[in-house]
T-cell receptor, first 110, second 111 residues
């Protein structure tokens, strides 16, 4: 069964700790994206990758890092430099001109 | 650069009534247009998309949207809503490599 998986669904961390969010897809899509969603706001682009071993910062990439070593995987690390990390994080991949989303990870920093 | 405006942040409507969620965009290039639905604590699910061809697009769950190039709009409509349509709806445009999303409209269907 093809799709995009994100884990964990809920994540709690102490302030000052780095944390890595997982995103995996078995759809054979080349492009993958990370977004952040805050209450009452749309989606804001953190990072995107069009191909393995290549990625670019989006509109709000500061305080985040990514890697793209495999086509299927695009993990996001929220570093301690990110001032307001508590948010809902969404991963997506693209087929043609259409974007498909994973179920999201809700990160809460205490 | 592209931008998306969703004119209504919240739309309350009674069950079985029609609804229209408004979306306007700006872009200097040709765009593709999308509507997504998001239920609480879930990802976004594609409702429908306009890539080319007929300006009236039909999607899942009985929704449809009409692309109007002269008014740069892509409004979402449903003739009769159900309680289960209560959710957040996002309009999005793609011009170039990236997607730009509107702030969302919360549709509340009342019994």
């Amino acid at each position: 069964d093809g799709g995009i998986t994100q884990s964990p669904k809920y994540l709690f961390r102490k302030e000052g700790q780095n944390v890595t969010l997982s995103c995996e897809q078995n759809l054979n899509h080349d492009a993958m994206y990370w977004y952040r969603q805050d209450p009452g706001q749309g989606l804001r682009l953190i990072y995107y990758s069009q191909i393995v071993n290549d990625f670019q910062k989006g509109d709000i990439g500061e305080g985040y890092s990514v890697s793209r070593e495999k086509k299927e995987s695009f993990p996001l690390t929220v570093t301690s430099a990110q001032k307001n990390p508590t948010a809902f994080y969404l991963c997506a991949s693209v087929r043609g001109d259409t974007q498909y989303f994973g179920p999201g990870t809700r990160l809460t920093v205490l | 650069a592209q931008s998306v405006t969703q004119l209504d942040s919240q739309v309350p409507v009674f069950e079985e009534a029609p609804v229209e969620l408004r979306c306007n965009y700006s872009s200097s290039v040709s765009v593709y247009l999308f509507w997504y639905v998001q239920y609480p604590n879930q990802g976004l699910q594609l409702l429908l998309k306009y890539l080319s061809g007929s300006t009236l697009v039909k999607g899942i769950n009985g929704f449809e949207a009409e692309f109007n190039k002269s008014q740069t709009s892509f409004h979402l409509r449903k003739p009769s809503v159900h309680i289960s349509d209560t959710a957040e709806y996002f309009c999005a445009v793609k011009g170039g490599q990236n997607f730009v999303f509107g702030p969302g409209t919360r549709l509340s269907v009342l019994p």
